[in-house]
């Protein structure tokens, strides 16, 4: 498999201003050291509670926020270290779509102006051929042609999230990032939504980074997960390992949350204690055990690394110093929080 992006020791740091001279007197630490690639066509989604990192992740590697450090690799050129011309040049295959594509655009405009203006900024085609670019972009996303000279607000969220998915792909983009993309919209039309997203895939051979709190929406399009706590991976596998056999206590937790119609293998009861901590001040060793059920003084001093934790499944691994007394069961959770 070829690897389209690859993000090595990505950090986000946000500067908080503080005092009278309005010096940095701390971060926030969105994403704090993370490395990660993504394959060529596949769909990996990114979940997490909100707060976790995980659009910080996706605006960083498209650079629309700079981020504090770290390397991130497309086709094996350094982003980072692209002019800004460049930059723009290679943003057009690396496009974003967002919960609310109508957020970033002018709510005057038709959908005809909105995705012509689109084609123009990338000049992707000729100007003769963009009347007929956009209708087929409508039709591409199932929209009616008749749609075209209406302006955004007479749109269902589907609807607009479909116009959304039409002004990325406008650009023949090879990576689309999905912030939330469907998590506005009720679950019918998510799933019509997915489906879309699912197709073009296979017809323009698109690659997804796929970010949301929803597992159970990320279970739908994703060959692989990362499952971020606090600014960290806590678990990254494919699809199947991940549900059928989470290690983290945390992804067993989130699994486990799911409502059961949508899940056949059940993992143990965990109920999360308290609020996700603020990645300001990160609790010290693993950033999950003041939530923890199966902490220990070890988990509270030494921050756990991201490990293959069964040589028979590759590729999947979890960062927590317990996983194998927890299988095993030696491990038991703790009365207080279960
Ligand atoms: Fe829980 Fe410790 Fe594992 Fe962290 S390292 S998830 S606190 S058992
Ligand atoms: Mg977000």
Do not use: W
């Not at 490395?35 to 066509?41: I, T």
């Not at 990325?168 to 990032?177: Q, T, W």
Request: glycine letters at 6%.
């Amino acid at each position: 498999q070829k690897v389209l992006l690859k993000v090595t020791n990505l950090k986000q740091y946000f500067p908080i201003k503080g005092g009278i001279l309005g010096r940095t007197v701390n971060h926030v630490k969105a994403v704090d050291d993370i490395s990660f690639k993504v394959y060529e066509g596949e769909t990996l989604s990114i979940v997490g509670e909100s707060g976790c990192g995980k659009s910080t992740t996706g605006r960083a590697i498209l650079r629309l926020d700079e981020p504090s450090g770290g390397q991130v690799e497309f086709r094996g050129e350094d982003l980072l270290s692209f002019s800004k011309k460049k930059m723009n040049a290679i943003r057009k295959e690396m496009q974003i779509i967002f919960q609310d594509p109508y957020a970033s655009i002018n709510p005057r405009q038709t959908v005809r102006q909105i995705l012509t203006e689109a084609l123009e900024i990338q000049n992707v085609v000729p100007k003769k051929e963009r009347g007929n670019r956009v209708i087929e972009l409508l039709e591409t996303v199932g929209l009616g042609t008749h749609q075209a000279d209406r302006m955004p607000h007479v749109f269902s969220g589907g609807q607009r999230q479909r116009i959304g998915i039409a002004r990325a792909l406008s650009v023949n983009p090879k990576l689309i990032v999905a912030d939330e993309a469907v998590s506005a919209l009720d679950v019918s039309i998510q799933a019509q939504v997915i489906n879309l997203l699912t197709k073009l895939q296979r017809e323009f051979k698109l690659t997804y980074i796929f970010i949301s709190h929803d597992l159970g929406v990320v279970r739908h399009i994703s060959d692989r997960i990362i499952v971020m706590y606090v600014g960290k991976i806590v678990e990254i596998a494919d699809k199947k390992s991940l549900f059928e056999n989470p290690k983290h206590p945390y992804t067993r937790a989130l699994l486990s949350a799911i409502p059961s119609t949508d899940i056949d293998n059940r993992p143990q009861r965990i109920i999360l204690k308290g609020d996700v901590p603020s990645p300001i001040d990160p609790p010290k060793g693993c950033r999950f055990h003041t939530r923890c059920p199966f902490a220990t003084e070890l988990c509270r001093q030494e921050e756990p690394s991201l490990r293959q934790t069964n040589l028979m499944l590759d590729g999947h691994k979890a960062a927590c110093h317990h996983i194998e007394e927890i299988e095993a069961g030696t491990h038991q959770p703790s009365p207080l929080t279960v």
